[in-house]
């Protein structure tokens, strides 16, 4: 599968921001998606992850209450509400995908090209 993130930009402190990652393939409701992020000077971490049926859903600490993972299978689209930014929201953001991984998955096969966010303080 291959992946295409996009919905990345600059935004103050408080706003919100919707990234979309667009899949290729016919099986995209058997991959478990899931969103992840590298800060400047960071290591990658994990940030949200779906199950392919969408019915289970997973958040990193840092985010939850804030963000929501959510996933269109006919659109073959993952996407990350982000509400509330704040200034350490920084980062570029990839989506991944993986065969039958469970939300709580950290490592997947697949990864997008990365949709840089800006949060301004």
């Known amino acids: 599968v291959q992946l295409q993130a996009s919905g990345g930009g600059l935004v103050q402190t408080g706003g919100s921001l919707r990234l979309s990652c667009a899949a290729s393939?016919?099986?995209?409701?058997?991959?478990?998606m899931g969103w992840f992020r590298q800060a400047p000077g960071k290591e990658r971490e994990f940030v949200a992850g779906?199950?392919?049926?969408?019915?289970?859903?997973y958040y990193a600490d840092s985010v939850k209450g804030r963000f929501t993972i959510s996933r269109d299978n006919a659109k073959n689209t993952v996407y990350l509400q982000m509400n509330s930014l704040k200034p350490e929201d920084t980062a570029v953001y990839y989506c991944?995908?993986?065969?039958?991984?469970?939300?709580?998955?950290?490592?997947?096969?697949?990864w997008g090209q990365g949709t840089k966010v800006t949060v301004s303080s």
């Open positions: 991944a995908a993986k065969k039958w991984a469970l939300v709580t998955a950290k490592t997947y096969d697949n």
């Open positions: 779906i199950s392919g049926s969408a019915t289970s859903t």
């Open positions: 393939g016919r099986t995209f409701s058997t991959y478990g």
